[in-house]
T-cell receptor, first 116, second 109 residues
C-alpha cells in the first residue's frame, strides 16, 4: 500500500507558466482534497471532491482548477502561476463514514512549489 | 467565522517531562475536532477525532480531551521521537475545515 502519493515533489515555475500536480491514492477512498500550507497560516483547503467526476471549492480556490476523472486520482492545475502561489501543496484522501467530510484524512508527502 | 488558536507556538520539553498543548476554538455547531502530527518535510498524520465535550481519546503517550471551548493534547513522559508539530483542526455546521497554525514540540534527552 503506497497510501497517498504526489507528483512532483519539487517544482520551480516562472510567473505565467502552467502546471498540473498529480495526486494518487490506492485506498479506494471516496473523498480527496487539495491544501496549501504557508508559514504562519496553517493548512487551507483549495478544492475537494466527494467522488469520481465531482469537485467543489474550498477556502482558497482562486487561481486553481481541479479534476477527478478517476476515483484514485485528483489533479490540481495552475493555469497562470503567480508568486503568491508559492507554497507547499498537500493532497489528502478519506473514507466515507460517521465523520462525514473531513473524516480521518491521509495526507501525501507534499509538493514544494516556487513561482519566480 | 470558525477560528482555531493553538498555544504555545513552540514548546521544548525534556524527556519524561509531561505537558499539554492547547487548542482554543470558536465554531458554529461543532461536528468534529481533529488532532494531527506533522514531521518536518512530511504531510500531517492523523491522531484523533473528538466529537463532543467531555470526550477523551488516548494513543500511547498522547491523550486528547475536549471541552466546549478548548481541546488539550496531553503528552505524558514524552520521548524525543514525539518531537513534531501538532495541528488542531475543526469543522462545524458550515462544513468548512479550519486548521490552527500548530505547536512545534521539541523533546530533548
Amino acid at each position: 500500500n503506497a497510501g497517498v502519493t504526489q507528483t512532483p515533489k519539487f517544482r520551480v515555475l516562472k510567473t505565467g507558466q502552467s502546471m498540473t500536480l498529480l495526486c494518487a491514492q490506492d485506498m479506494n477512498h471516496e473523498y480527496m482534497y487539495w491544501y496549501r500550507q504557508d508559514p504562519g497560516m496553517g493548512l487551507r483547503l483549495i478544492h475537494y471532491s466527494v467522488g469520481e467526476g465531482t469537485t467543489a471549492k474550498g477556502e482558497v480556490p482562486d487561481g486553481y482548477n481541479v479534476s477527478r476523472l478517476k476515483k484514485q486520482n485528483f489533479l490540481l492545475g495552475l493555469e497562470s502561476a503567480a508568486p503568491s502561489q508559492t507554497s507547499v501543496y498537500f493532497c489528502a484522501s478519506s473514507y466515507t463514514g460517521a465523520g462525514g467530510l473531513y473524516n480521518e484524512q491521509f495526507f501525501g508527502p507534499g509538493t514544494r512549489l516556487t513561482v519566480l | 467565522e470558525d477560528q482555531v488558536t493553538q498555544s504555545p507556538e513552540a514548546l521544548r520539553l525534556q524527556e519524561g517531562e509531561s505537558s499539554s498543548l492547547n487548542c482554543s476554538y470558536t465554531v458554529s455547531g461543532l461536528r468534529g475536532l481533529f488532532w494531527y502530527r506533522q514531521d518536518p518535510g512530511k504531510g500531517p498524520e492523523f491522531l484523533f477525532t473528538l466529537y463532543s465535550a467531555g470526550e477523551e481519546k488516548e494513543k500511547e503517550r498522547l491523550k486528547a480531551t475536549l471541552t466546549k471551548k478548548e481541546s488539550f493534547l496531553h503528552i505524558t513522559a514524552p520521548k524525543p521521537e514525539d518531537s513534531a508539530t501538532y495541528l488542531c483542526a475543526l469543522t462545524g455546521t458550515a462544513s468548512k475545515l479550519t486548521f490552527g497554525t500548530g505547536t512545534r514540540l521539541q523533546v530533548t534527552l
